[in-house]
């Protein structure tokens, strides 16, 4: 890799790879270490293309949800099956990831500017501004900069747009996967809103069960299929269905919170 090569965005990679390699290390006992982060599917990951690729994800902070996919999509391609043990595994990581992130969100501090650098593509959110609901337009350079990055490598993005649960699936996402055909893997998480703060910088609780399941690329008619049954299809493979809401009790639903909280994982994953 020359000194200065550039990603599309006009990234220097080995500015990048050094950013990668640095804020793995510093966060890696997040997720290895104060609490266990739980792995299932992982073996997908080093078996898909090298670009082209888009990952749909529940929400539950800014930044720690991102900072654990980082961490399991390098250990995966360098074999590690469902664990993140020994960090080494960013000694040399996947420099095309990208995340989709609100431009508000990335603008917020020097730190936020850091993880940006990383591999963030900033949007402006159509619905929300500085706390504020609006209604705007989308911005085409928003979705040309999110087809670059397929174009470049993989994008993760969280298709609700929030952290808060059960809100509706954006179109926006159904457009991308329309206009761009990439292979969709859905990814559901639990955990990191009890482990961290909001910003998912700070370390709200220790010892809390985290948990990440990497499921199998949908299938998708991209010819065919509506915007509407594409949204419908993420719905249910990210688990935010409102029917997922009807299977359990709220009784049930507090009690495996508790249960959440107090469960522990051993140092072997």
Same mark, same amino acid.
């Given at each position: ?175 991308? +996967?329309?206009?761009?055909?990439? !292979?969709?893997? *859905?990814?559901? &998480? =639990?955990?990191?809103?009890? /482990?961290? %703060? ?9 010892? +809390?069960?985290?948990?990440?399941? !990497?499921?199998? *690329?949908?299938? &998708? =008619?991209?010819?065919?299929? /509506?915007? %509407? ?41």
């Amino acid at each position: 890799m020359g000194l200065f090569k550039k990603n599309p965005f006009g990234h220097i990679l080995f500015l990048k790879k050094w950013l990668i390699r640095s804020a793995g290390v510093i966060t890696h006992r997040r997720y290895r270490g104060f609490n266990q982060l739980q792995i299932e599917g992982s073996e997908i990951i080093k078996d898909l293309p090298e670009t082209n690729v888009l990952f749909i994800s529940n929400h539950q902070t800014y930044f720690a949800d991102v900072v654990a996919m980082f961490h399991v999509f390098n250990a995966s391609l360098k074999g590690r099956t469902d664990s993140i043990k020994n960090v080494g595994y960013l000694w040399n990581p996947k420099l095309n990831i990208y995340y989709v992130a609100a431009i508000e969100t990335m603008k917020s501090g020097l730190l936020p500017k850091i993880l940006a650098y990383a591999g963030s593509i900033s949007i402006e959110r159509t619905w929300r501004a500085n706390g504020e609901d609006v209604n705007r337009q989308v911005k085409m350079s928003d979705i040309s900069n999110i087809g670059r990055a397929l174009n470049d490598g993989w994008v993760i993005t969280f298709p609700q747009g929030t952290t808060k649960p059960w809100k509706p699936i954006r179109k926006g996402t159904a457009h991308i +996967i329309k206009r761009y055909k990439p !292979i969709v893997i *859905p990814i559901v &998480i =639990d955990g990191f809103r009890r /482990s961290f %703060d909001k910003k998912g910088l700070n370390i709200k609780k220790k010892g +809390i069960l985290q948990s990440m399941v !990497i499921k199998a *690329p949908l299938e &998708i =008619d991209y010819e065919n299929e /509506s915007i %509407d049954d594409i949204v419908e299809k993420i719905e249910y493979a990210i688990e935010q269905h409102p029917s997922f809401l009807k299977v359990l009790t709220p009784k049930q639903i507090k009690e495996i919170e508790e249960l959440n909280e107090l469960r522990r994982y051993g140092t072997d994953l």
